[in-house]
């Protein structure tokens, strides 16, 4: 999987996902070097009996959308043979927040109209929490699947 993130909002999210079967390649310091670590996941995922069961690649900067585009993206091949982040419109951040968070659109759509980027989690399920205290049901934290 590549994310994807011109913002930088996932970073720590992908980051926290690396475990023993999970390899995250962090492409934000050095595009070679990043491009090595992936070749390498990716080899170590095809072996018979290998270690690892995924490799998620963590680009920042915006989809690759058009050919002549991917064609000088060194991660467009890993996104068109596995999967990427953000697949659609349906994918943007505010999308992922009201989604995340349906009985508190109204208050989602007012944090982003004061924030041209949108806020950080943190402020969305700090938002969520504070209507949960003078009397919504209940939270819910906010995960992308």
Do not use: N, W
């Not at 079967?21 to 050095?30: F, G, L, P, Y």
């Not at 041209?116 to 969305?124: A, E």
């Amino acid at each position: 999987m590549v994310v994807y993130d011109p913002d930088r909002r996932y970073l720590g999210l992908c980051v926290s996902l690396e475990d023993g079967r999970v390899r995250v390649v962090d492409a934000s310091d050095s595009s070679i070097e990043s491009r090595l670590a992936a070749i390498e996941a990716l080899r170590e995922i095809g072996r018979p009996k290998g270690d690892l069961d995924a490799v998620l690649i963590y680009v920042p900067k915006a989809r690759s959308e058009t050919d002549e585009e991917k064609q000088v993206d060194p991660f467009a091949f890993y996104a068109e043979s596995g999967a990427v982040f953000p697949r659609d419109d349906g994918d943007d951040y505010l999308s992922l927040c009201l989604r995340a968070k349906p009985d508190h659109s109204t208050e989602v759509r007012r944090v982003f109209a004061g924030s041209p980027s949108g806020p950080p989690f943190s402020v969305i399920d700090a938002k969520a929490a504070l209507h949960c205290t003078v009397g919504a049901s209940r939270g819910v934290k906010l995960q992308l699947h």
